[in-house]
C-alpha cells in the first residue's frame, strides 16, 4: 500500500496534472494563427506560471522529485501561453500581464531572500508550502466565480466535462499522496480542487448545455432586426405611397388627371372659347381636352366634362 500511494499515485497525479495544464494549447494555437484574442482571457496564462514557480520553489524545499514534473512543464507552457497572448492583447492587457509577471518574479524573490538569510530549513519549507497553497487558491478563484455565473443564469455550458473529470481525478491523486506523506500543503488544496471539479460536473448535469433564449442579447438583436425590416418595408412604400398621393391630388385638380400620356395626347391644356349661346354673350366657359372627354351644352350655356369632378364656368 505505501508503494502505490508514495509511488504510483503521485505518478498518475503528474500524468492528469499535466493533460489539465497543457489543455489550454489548442486554444492558444488558434490564436497565434489568427492572431486575434477573441474571447480568450489572457489573465490565467500568467497565473499558471506563477504558480508553477511556486510548486517549484516548494519541491527544492523539500526535496521531492514528484512535485517537479507537472509544474515544470505547467510553467514553461504558461510562458508560451503568456507570450503568445500578450502578442495578440489590447495595451491594457498587456499591461495587466506585464504587471502580474513582475509582480510574481517580485515576490518569489522576496520569499528567496528571506529563505536564504532568514529562516531556518524546516521554516523555509513552512514559508514555501503556505505560498504554493496560496497561490493555488487564488488560481481556484475563478472556477468559483464561474459556478456563480452559472446558477444564476441556470446554463452550464462554459463547464467542459472532461476537464473537470481530469480536475477530480486529479486533486483525488495528489490528496491521497498527501495524506501519505503526511503534508497538509499538498492534500489541502488538492481536495479543494477535487471538490470543486465535482461541483462543476453536478452543475453540469443539472443545467446542461441549454441555450436561454430570453437572453437580453438574442432580444436585443431580435429587436434590432425588426426595427430594421420595418424600416425597409416602410421606404419600399413610400413611393408608391406618394404617387398614390400625387394622382388623388391631380383628380381634384380641373384640368389634371395624372396621366402624362394623356396629357401628351390631348393636350392636358384647357382652352378658353367664347360660348355659343347668344344670350350669354360675354360669359365664358373652361373646356378640357383629352381624348376620353364628351362635352355638351344646356341651354343656360354651362359645359360639364365627364372626366373631371366638376367645371368652372
Request: contains cysteine; neutral net charge; charged residues 10%.
Amino acid at each position: 500500500m505505501g508503494v502505490f500511494t508514495e509511488t504510483v499515485v503521485p505518478i498518475f497525479g503528474n500524468i492528469l496534472a499535466t493533460a489539465m495544464l497543457l489543455s489550454p494549447f489548442p486554444a492558444v494555437l488558434r490564436l497565434r494563427q489568427t492572431g486575434k484574442l477573441g474571447d480568450v482571457n489572457p489573465l490565467p496564462y500568467p497565473m499558471t506560471c506563477i504558480n508553477g514557480a511556486g510548486w517549484i520553489a516548494y519541491g527544492f524545499a523539500t526535496a521531492n522529485p514528484y512535485i517537479f514534473p507537472a509544474n515544470i512543464t505547467g510553467f514553461l507552457a504558461g510562458m508560451f501561453f503568456t507570450m503568445t497572448a500578450f502578442s495578440c492583447a489590447t495595451r491594457k492587457l498587456q499591461d495587466m500581464i506585464a504587471a502580474l509577471l513582475i509582480a510574481g518574479a517580485g515576490y518569489f524573490i522576496m520569499l528567496g531572500l528571506i529563505s536564504c538569510f532568514g529562516l531556518s530549513q524546516e521554516s523555509s519549507q513552512r514559508m514555501w508550502g503556505t505560498s504554493a497553497v496560496v497561490i493555488l487558491m487564488c488560481y481556484y478563484v475563478v472556477p468559483l466565480s464561474t459556478m456563480v455565473a452559472i446558477v444564476r443564469t441556470r446554463n452550464a455550458a462554459s463547464i467542459y466535462l472532461p476537464l473537470a473529470a481530469t480536475a477530480i481525478a486529479n486533486g483525488s491523486m495528489w490528496t491521497i499522496y498527501g495524506f501519505a506523506v503526511k503534508d497538509i500543503n499538498l492534500w489541502l488544496p488538492n481536495l479543494f480542487g477535487a471538490i470543486i471539479g465535482t461541483l462543476q460536473m453536478v452543475l453540469r448535469l443539472l443545467y446542461g448545455a441549454n441555450s436561454d433564449s430570453n437572453d437580453p442579447v438574442v432580444v436585443r438583436r431580435d429587436e434590432e432586426a425588426a426595427a430594421a425590416f420595418t424600416i425597409v418595408h416602410k421606404a419600399s412604400e413610400a413611393p408608391q405611397v406618394e404617387a398614390r398621393l400625387d394622382s388623388s391630388s391631380n383628380l381634384l385638380i380641373p384640368g389634371l388627371d395624372g396621366s402624362s400620356e394623356r396629357r401628351g395626347r390631348g393636350g392636358g391644356r384647357g382652352e378658353r372659347r367664347p360660348s355659343v349661346d347668344g344670350g350669354n354673350t360675354g360669359t365664358t366657359t373652361t373646356m378640357i381636352t383629352t381624348t376620353t372627354t364628351t362635352t355638351s351644352s344646356n341651354t343656360d350655356g354651362v359645359t360639364t366634362a365627364s372626366v373631371c369632378s366638376g367645371a368652372t364656368s
